[in-house]
């Protein structure tokens, strides 16, 4: 018998995959299914940024490049940084990686170890905590709540700290909820870590060009009394609607970039050279193409809270950023995992339960915005039908 690692044990896991596989199988079965639970975009990659691929395969880029991406790509981050947000990175600092989990998988290895903590967005992204479960540190939610619009409070965050806290996770815009952090509570935070200054913040920034609202993303990379100790992470999955490509990247400080190197080193060697390649196209091209995606999200979020408000049992604060809504479900005396099983089961729709979030995710789900209007409007409506013709069910 085969005798495994006791870590392997805690890793998580992401039931987003899970919901939309069996989606997939239940419409290969024929059943009529609307997926508003996948976390990506519902667009193909723009054509200039297909052709950069294609060209540049054709052009016989078929060879490893340099572990932490080529260099033309590096720079191409580092404007664009500086043309959206107007801050200075240096190419170097940047780590091209294979998708924006990787930066979040080394950042967490690079500071876990049994005795420390790391503080983590709940309900938030779940690779965070099943990271965190698979070192040894101790996992810290930090809980992100409804009646904060789901932005983080800063106060939350500081009575969590301890002189064991190596590393804080923290991600605005936000999945799952929508949440937007305010710039001056992200000022009141910056302020205050002062006091703690061995601290390392992994800032994921990935929904960084989806704000709603008129709200504007406040990045943490800007604020100069934290640039040592800032790993921002960013990539192509979201804003180009390139999830497939597998294309991201970190910013690291000066200290910690050439650990990012060693670890991608061990892990990829490097990634991908055609996608590097699109990646390129993607920044120095027209950016028209992601203001139309945003635009279609902005105009779907608005359109699923304010329906979604009027359903019997369910409230939904209005999403600020990124493309999902999280809509409180408590009113229908469903909990959340068999209201999500039974909508995708019996009403066709699949949705995700907020506790695939974490715990504070208990009474929520999450419905994704990445699919048609017509298709999110029909969604909705049998979300109603169903739950006015059906007992509420709870698995406990
Ligand atoms: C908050 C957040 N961070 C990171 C990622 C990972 O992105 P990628 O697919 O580029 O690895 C996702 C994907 O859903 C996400 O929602």
Redesign the pocket.
Known sequence: MVKLANNLLRLGDENAFTVLARAAELASQGRDIINLGI?QPDFPTPPHIVEAAVKALKDGHHGYTPAIGIAPLREAVAADIHRRLALEVNPDHVVVMP???PTMFFAILMFAEAGVEIIYPDPG?PIYRSVIDYSDATPVPLPIREENGFAFSADDLLALITPETRLIIL?SPA?PTGGVTPGEEIGKLVKALERWPDVAILS?E??GQMTYDGLEHKSLLSYEGLRDRVIL?D?W?KTYAM?GWRL?YGVWPQALVDHARRLAVNCHSCVNAAAQFAGIAALEGPQDCVARMVSAFDERRAFVAQRINRIAGIRCAVPKGAFYAFPNITGTQWDERSLASALLEEAGVATVAGTDFGGFGAGFIRISCANSMDNIASALDRIEAFLADHEPRRTG
């Open positions: 976390g998708g924006g989990k992204f991600n999945n994921d990935i929904y992470l990539g999955s999830t991201g």
